[in-house]
């Protein structure tokens, strides 16, 4: 077995954005502000990595057999985030934080203009989304040696 504990990554948050729109320009730019070069912390990455390895012969050939399975607790480990902007005028629940069972006026199973929680105001502010990478990973395989 396998464990791995590190402190998180600094990385350099997003602190806010603007449009810039400049005269006889028909489209606009983007921008976002960041804050301090690796200002941030990601969450602390841990993981357990477990396995058997069974050594045999293979006509006459050391070989090895073995059964891993890669983050064994399915630990979501942060990647990186994902910075996005939502809207609150386009009838969607961008923030995510829309429930079924306590939202849904309408009683279709998803988030309509109207409704608690679409369209709010705090829509409009860029959110942080994480991404994980690696769930649980179950493999197996062989090794012949020459």
């Given amino acids: 077995w396998k464990w791995t504990w590190q402190?998180?990554?600094?990385?350099?948050?997003?602190?806010g954005?603007?449009?810039?729109?400049?005269?006889?320009?028909?489209?606009?730019?983007f921008s976002t502000i960041p804050g301090a070069r690796n200002s941030g912390r990601y969450p602390v990455y841990d993981r357990l990595d477990?396995?058997?390895?069974?050594?045999g012969k293979f006509f006459g050939r050391d070989m090895d057999i073995f059964f891993q399975i890669i983050n064994s607790y399915n630990?979501?480990?942060?990647?990186?985030?994902?910075y996005k902007l939502g809207s609150t005028?386009?009838?969607?629940?961008?923030?995510?934080?829309?429930?079924?069972k306590d939202h849904d006026?309408?009683?279709n199973g998803q988030p309509d203009v109207g409704e608690i929680n679409v369209d709010e105001e705090d829509e409009?502010?860029?959110q942080e989304d994480p991404l994980s990478l690696f769930p649980i990973i179950p493999s197996i395989g062989f090794t012949i040696y020459f």
Avoid: C, M
Wanted: overall charge negative.
């Fill in 7 to 15: 402190s998180g990554q600094a990385f350099t948050p997003i602190l």
């Fill in 17 to 29: 954005y603007y449009v810039e729109k400049l005269p006889g320009d028909p489209g606009s730019t």
């Fill in 50 to 55: 477990i396995g058997v390895v069974r050594h």
């Fill in 75 to 82: 630990k979501k480990n942060i990647f990186i985030y994902i």
């Fill in 89 to 100: 005028n386009n009838g969607k629940d961008d923030d995510g934080d829309w429930i079924e």
């Fill in 105 to 107: 006026a309408n009683g």
């Fill in 124 to 126: 409009g502010r860029i």
